[in-house]
């Protein structure tokens, strides 16, 4: 429906365009508009949609450095909290160098946005009100303290 409703939207604004053709320059500006406003109401409408119909909330309960593997152990539980089950859904957990001062401007903004390591994990047949606990292991993983975890996740 989002992206009909995108669809639509910018179909309208060109057809109102097409009324402006003695007007070139406000023509081009308004269809430079609708270009930007499309896109910004797919990324935010998909967002609005996700965080509000499909709504869940993900914690990690728990990080462990495994010496004897030398693994990275994230523990964390998934809680269904939308009106409807969901059939599957995929938890990304993403590791991110914590930034050092050494570190110049653009490697600060390089770590700060690209994960260090990055692993997924899919879990099928999460019923409304359920938590399970899950875990994802990073294996050879020698990064020292400065480190930060972030979990998103995507269920449907």
Same mark, same amino acid.
């Given at each position: 429906?989002?992206?009909?409703?995108?669809?639509?939207?910018?179909?309208?604004?060109?057809l109102?365009?097409?009324?402006?053709?003695?007007?070139?320059?406000?023509?081009?500006?308004?269809?430079?508009?609708?270009?930007i406003?499309?896109?910004?109401?797919?990324?935010y409408?998909?967002?609005?949609?996700?965080?509000?119909?499909r709504?869940?909330?993900?914690?990690?309960?728990e990080?462990?450095?495994?010496?004897?593997?030398n693994?990275?152990?994230v523990?964390?539980?998934?809680? =269904?909290? #939308?009106k409807?089950?969901?059939?599957?859904?995929?938890?990304?957990?993403?590791?991110?160098k914590?930034k050092?001062?050494?570190? #110049?401007?653009?490697?600060?903004?390089?770590n700060?946005f690209?994960?260090?390591r990055?692993? #997924?994990?899919?879990?099928?047949?999460?019923?409304?009100?359920?938590?399970?606990?899950?875990?994802?292991?990073?294996e050879?993983?020698?990064?020292? =303290?400065?480190?930060?975890?972030?979990?998103s996740?995507?269920?449907?």
């Open positions: 429906m989002l992206i009909l409703f995108v669809f639509f939207l910018f179909t309208c604004v060109l109102l365009c097409v009324f402006l053709r003695h007007r070139p320059v406000i023509g081009l500006f308004i269809i430079a508009i609708d270009i406003a499309c896109f910004l109401i797919y990324i409408g998909y967002k609005f949609i996700d965080s509000s119909v709504s869940r909330k993900t914690t990690i309960t990080q462990k450095i495994l010496k004897a593997s693994a990275l152990a523990d964390f539980s998934i809680t =269904n909290t #939308s409807r089950d969901f059939k599957e859904c995929k938890i990304t957990a993403k590791i991110f914590d050092l001062p050494e570190d #110049s401007f653009l490697t600060e903004y390089k700060k690209l994960p260090y990055k692993r #997924s994990r899919e879990i099928k047949e999460l019923k409304k009100e359920q938590t399970q606990n899950q875990r994802i292991s990073f050879n993983f020698t990064y020292e =303290n400065n480190y930060t975890i972030r979990l996740s995507e269920c449907f």
